[in-house]
C-alpha cells in the first residue's frame, strides 16, 4: 500500500503560479511511477504529466507543456507539480497517483494508488 497526501492548492488569478506536493508514504517511493491527474466538474480525470521512478523521463499533456513541471525528490518520498502561467481552464481537482510500474506510465488503468486531490481554481 502506498498513501498519497496532495497540499499546495488554492486559488491564484490567471497568470499566476502555484506549486503542489505529493507526500507519499507506505513502500518505497522510488519503486513506483507517478502521475498528477486533474478532473473539472462533469469532465473526465486526465493526466496532466507523469514521471518515472527516477525522475529521468517525463509526459506532459499538450495542454500544459512549457507552463508545468512535474519533479520527484525520492529521497522526501515526495512528488512535485510546479504551475505557472496559470489559466481559467486549468482550474479542477488536481490527483497524485502511483503506479507499480517504473517507466513514465500514460494509461489511466495502470495507476493503482491515488491521493484525495487538492482544489486548484483559477481565476480571471
Known amino acids: 500500500q502506498v498513501q498519497l497526501v496532495e497540499s499546495g492548492g488554492g486559488l491564484v488569478q490567471a497568470g499566476g503560479s502555484l506549486r503542489l506536493s505529493c507526500a507519499a508514504s507506505?513502500?518505497?517511493?522510488?519503486?513506483?511511477?507517478m502521475g498528477w491527474f486533474r478532473q473539472a466538474p462533469g469532465k473526465e480525470r486526465d493526466l496532466v504529466a507523469a514521471?518515472?521512478?527516477?525522475?529521468?523521463?517525463?509526459f506532459y499533456a499538450d495542454s500544459v507543456k512549457g507552463r508545468f513541471y512535474i519533479s520527484r525528490d525520492n529521497a522526501k518520498s515526495t512528488l512535485y507539480l510546479q504551475m505557472n502561467s496559470l489559466k481559467p481552464e486549468d482550474t479542477a481537482v488536481y490527483y497524485c497517483?502511483?503506479?507499480?510500474?517504473?517507466?513514465?506510465?500514460?494509461?489511466?488503468?495502470?495507476?493503482?494508488?491515488w491521493g484525495q486531490g487538492t482544489q486548484v481554481t483559477v481565476s480571471s
Open positions: 497517483a502511483a503506479s507499480p510500474l517504473v517507466r513514465v506510465v500514460t494509461e489511466f488503468e495502470e495507476y493503482r494508488y
Open positions: 507506505g513502500r518505497t517511493f522510488s519503486n513506483y511511477a
Open positions: 514521471v518515472s521512478w527516477s525522475g529521468g523521463s517525463t
